[in-house]
């Protein structure tokens, strides 16, 4: 089976919009109204299920093992629902989950991060392993976050914030290596 899943409903029907050069694991599932930007990667395991709300995810972000990536529909405690919304050169760790929320650009999520509705993460950020970012908060750019809820534990040095680009492109290389590999299988 596919693991690119469209939703068909009487009004129009909600399929996975795929930019240039995208890996999708096989092992995984990318469902409904999702946009991946060019050389993003899906990997196995991972979730990305936009079946009631939009994801949109950017450019050479990838979305590593496990990770679970949802929305929150709109109903009448929340009538306008919370989208996912997620920046170019992201790198989200595996196990992570990403709910109804808006990541920005050079982002580090790591492993079992959680990120709930509302919640914002600009750019430049790295959310550390077991983190939560509890509904509606803002994590502002520059910082180290850390804890449940995460808090700023400091700012990130220049290293650090290089990492972010090398993280995307490491990640790039090796879904090109992937889909080299099952291009000639």
């Known amino acids: 089976m596919s693991p690119l899943r469209a939703l068909g ?15 999708i694991d096989p092992q995984s599932a990318v ?10 990667s899906v990997w196995p395991m991972a979730v ?7 994801i949109r995810i950017g450019a050479r972000t990838s979305v590593q093992d496990g990770a679970v990536l949802h929305i929150t529909h709109a109903g009448p ?33 790591g492993i079992g991060a959680i990120v709930l509705d509302g919640a914002v993460i600009e750019d430049e950020v790295v959310l550390a ?6 509904p509606g908060k803002t994590l502002e750019s520059g910082f180290l976050y850390v804890g449940s809820p995460a808090k ?3 700012q990130l040095t220049d290293k650090e914030k290089a990492f972010f680009r090398y993280s995307a492109d490491n990640y ?6 992937y ?7």
């Open 152 to 154: 700023p534990a400091r």
């Open 31 to 40: 469902i409904g109204d999702v946009t991946l930007g060019d050389d993003s």
């Open 77 to 109: 405690f929340n009538p306008e629902g919370w989208p996912l919304t997620i920046g170019d050169d992201v790198t989200i760790g595996h196990k992570a989950c990403l709910h109804g929320c808006t990541v920005g650009n050079r982002v580090l999520i």
């Open 48 to 54: 990305v299920r936009g079946d009631m709300h939009r």
């Open 9 to 23: 409903d009487s009004d129009r029907e909600k399929s996975p919009r795929l930019g240039q050069g995208v890996y």
């Open 179 to 185: 889909l080299a590999e099952c291009q000639q299988s």
């Open 129 to 134: 392993a077991g983190a939560l970012v509890p």
């Open 172 to 177: 790039v290389k090796l879904k090109n290596q």
